[in-house]
């Protein structure tokens, strides 16, 4: 079903598309960005889906600007503006000759409609054409299911969730996110589902956690996967303090760190979030140290080194930051500005008896010298087209060095 709609996609973004369609191949924007600018919000990165396989797009882009990634689906890595897209081929069908309900091998191209029916949920799988300026919708419920605000698995629920049960987490981000309801169907087949999770390799789920960690909808998120008991088997330790005063509060530091971000006060940060899902629980467990403390919450997942590093450095200075003597040098540390922005939070929330702002500056100048810019985990929309091609090598260059395995790419320079 073809629908004319327009949506304000940048022009950028449009441009690689239409690089694509020079080139005699489709493309589509794909995934989050449909959804996103359907329910009036800025979607936080674009998807782009194709016919070229990710060696004929990687020559479209030339080889400097791009690389090819992944191994259960290979997809190509686009640098762009300073940004990375994600440009994937269309998916078919799996292979017909495995038995295992799990998909474990996905590098099996398609059409743009096969492509769409692998997705997972009606309204993650609209296919926005920029050029005609119309969305596909070819499961024919994404739209509707979008104005209604329900999460309906494609296909067979439960077969989708055996498939690859980190589509139950995707399903509760959604519920989290928009506020979405769950169809009756896809409910069902996930509360029977659930213990499959435990199928989900711990590195994918890891990355979900890092994710949540940088968005800022993790405190709905919380909730909704302990209203549907998913939180048991992905955070356990913090599912089994539910409604204890720490949970509690660990719940509002979260919430107040997230408007802060949204309302970009905070720069968007990894450590920060894991120093305020901790904090709470430090007072408690302070015998077996900090680094124990993280792991402990976040175990059966893991957090990379950097991350649970910087997040310990701002807990040790949330103590010696409330200390009666005033010690100025810690105004240099490494964290001190994250540290600052958690005393003002709990500050905020009438966790402290002074005025940490009136205490501490916000700037450290010595640290300040080696930091990158703040950089908005939003494409920025600023100077992009004056940056000169020594300006790009560079961004790329830094892009290359962020990104892991995990694709860390919004780890601020503290973390
Ligand atoms: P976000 O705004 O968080 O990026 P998203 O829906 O775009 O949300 P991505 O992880 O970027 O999430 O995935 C892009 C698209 O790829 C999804 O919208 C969905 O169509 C498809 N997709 C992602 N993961 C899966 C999966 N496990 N199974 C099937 N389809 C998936
Ligand atoms: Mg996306």
Same mark, same amino acid.
């Given at each position: 079903?073809?629908?004319?709609?327009?949506?304000p996609?940048?022009?950028?973004?449009?441009?690689?598309?239409?690089?694509?369609?020079?080139?005699?191949?489709?493309?589509?924007?794909?995934?989050?960005?449909?959804?996103?600018?359907?329910?009036?919000?800025?979607?936080?990165?674009?998807?782009?889906?194709?016919?070229?396989?990710?060696?004929?797009?990687?020559?479209?882009?030339?080889?400097?600007?791009?690389?090819?990634?992944?191994?259960?689906?290979?997809?190509?890595?686009?640098?762009?503006?300073?940004?990375?897209?994600?440009?994937?081929?269309?998916?078919?069908k799996?292979?017909?000759?495995?038995?295992?309900?799990?998909?474990?091998?996905?590098?099996?191209?398609?059409?743009?409609?096969?492509?769409?029916?692998?997705?997972?949920?009606?309204?993650?799988?609209?296919?926005?054409?920029?050029?005609?300026?119309?969305?596909?919708?070819?499961?024919?419920?994404?739209?509707?299911?979008?104005?209604?605000?329900?999460?309906?698995? #494609?296909?067979?629920?439960a077969?989708?969730f055996?498939?690859?049960?980190?589509?139950?987490?995707?399903a509760?981000?959604?519920?989290?996110?928009?506020?979405?309801?769950?169809?009756?169907d896809?409910?069902?087949?996930?509360?029977?589902?659930?213990?499959?999770?435990?199928?989900?390799?711990?590195?994918?789920?890891?990355?979900e956690?890092?994710?949540?960690?940088?968005?800022?909808?993790?405190?709905?998120?919380?909730?909704?996967?302990?209203?549907?008991?998913?939180?048991?088997?992905?955070?356990?330790e913090?599912?089994?303090?539910?409604?204890?005063?720490?949970?509690?509060?660990?719940?509002?530091?979260?919430?107040e760190?997230?408007?802060?971000v949204?309302?970009?006060?905070?720069?968007?940060?990894?450590?920060?979030?894991?120093?305020?899902?901790?904090?709470?629980? #430090?007072?408690?467990?302070?015998?077996?140290?900090?680094?124990?403390?993280?792991?402990? #919450?976040?175990?059966?997942?893991?957090?990379?080194?950097?991350?649970?590093?910087?997040?310990?450095r701002?807990?040790?200075?949330?103590?010696?930051?409330?200390?009666?003597e005033?010690?100025?040098?810690? #105004?240099?540390?490494?964290?001190?500005?994250?540290?600052?922005?958690?005393?003002?939070?709990?500050?905020?929330?009438?966790?402290?008896?002074?005025?940490?702002?009136?205490?501490?500056?916000?700037?450290?100048?010595?640290?300040?010298?080696?930091r990158?810019?703040?950089?908005?985990?939003k494409?920025?929309?600023?100077?992009?087209?004056?940056?000169?091609?020594?300006?790009?090598?560079?961004?790329?260059?830094?892009?290359?060095?962020?990104?892991?395995?995990?694709?860390?790419?919004?780890?601020?320079?503290?973390?």
């Open positions: 079903m073809r629908i004319k709609h327009f949506l996609v940048e022009m950028d973004i449009c441009d690689v598309i239409l690089e694509l369609h020079d080139a005699g191949f489709e493309a589509y924007i794909v995934g989050g960005a449909v959804r996103d600018h359907l329910l009036g919000r800025t979607p936080k990165d674009y998807d782009i889906s194709t016919s070229a396989t990710p060696e004929e797009a990687r020559s479209v882009f030339g080889r400097k600007r791009s690389r090819i990634i992944g191994k259960r689906f290979r997809l190509l890595h686009l640098f762009h503006h300073g940004d990375i897209l994600e440009i994937s081929t269309f998916r078919g799996p292979d017909k000759d495995s038995k295992m309900a799990l998909v474990t091998d996905d590098n099996c191209y398609g059409s743009a409609e096969e492509d769409a029916f692998r997705r997972d949920f009606t309204v993650n799988a609209l296919f926005y054409d920029p050029m005609t300026e119309e969305i596909i919708d070819f499961t024919g419920k994404g739209m509707e299911d979008i104005e209604k605000g329900v999460v309906r698995a #494609i296909g067979n629920p077969e989708r055996a498939e690859d049960p980190v589509r139950m987490l995707r509760l981000k959604l519920v989290g996110q928009y506020d979405f309801y769950l169809d009756s896809t409910e069902n087949a996930l509360f029977r589902s659930l213990p499959l999770i435990k199928q989900a390799s711990p590195s994918r789920l890891s990355l956690l890092e994710k949540i960690l940088l968005s800022i909808y993790g405190d709905k998120h919380f909730r909704v996967f302990h209203d549907y008991g998913f939180l048991t088997y992905f955070l356990p913090i599912d089994s303090r539910w409604g204890s005063e720490e949970a509690v509060r660990m719940l509002e530091l979260l919430t760190r997230n408007y802060r949204d309302e970009k006060l905070y720069r968007n940060s990894m450590s920060l979030a894991t120093a305020v899902i901790a904090l709470p629980f #430090i007072r408690e467990w302070s015998k077996i140290g900090i680094r124990n403390v993280l792991g402990k #919450i976040f175990r059966p997942l893991s957090l990379v080194n950097r991350v649970s590093e910087a997040a310990e701002v807990l040790k200075l949330q103590m010696l930051m409330t200390a009666p005033i010690d100025r040098s810690l #105004i240099d540390s490494p964290g001190y500005a994250h540290a600052r922005e958690l005393l003002l939070i709990r500050h905020a929330l009438g966790e402290l008896d002074f005025d940490p702002a009136a205490v501490w500056p916000p700037g450290n100048p010595r640290n300040g010298k080696n990158r810019p703040v950089k908005s985990r494409r920025s929309r600023g100077n992009k087209n004056k940056r000169g091609d020594a300006g790009k090598q560079d961004t790329r260059e830094k892009l290359e060095k962020n990104i892991h395995e995990n694709d860390l790419r919004f780890i601020d320079s503290e973390e």
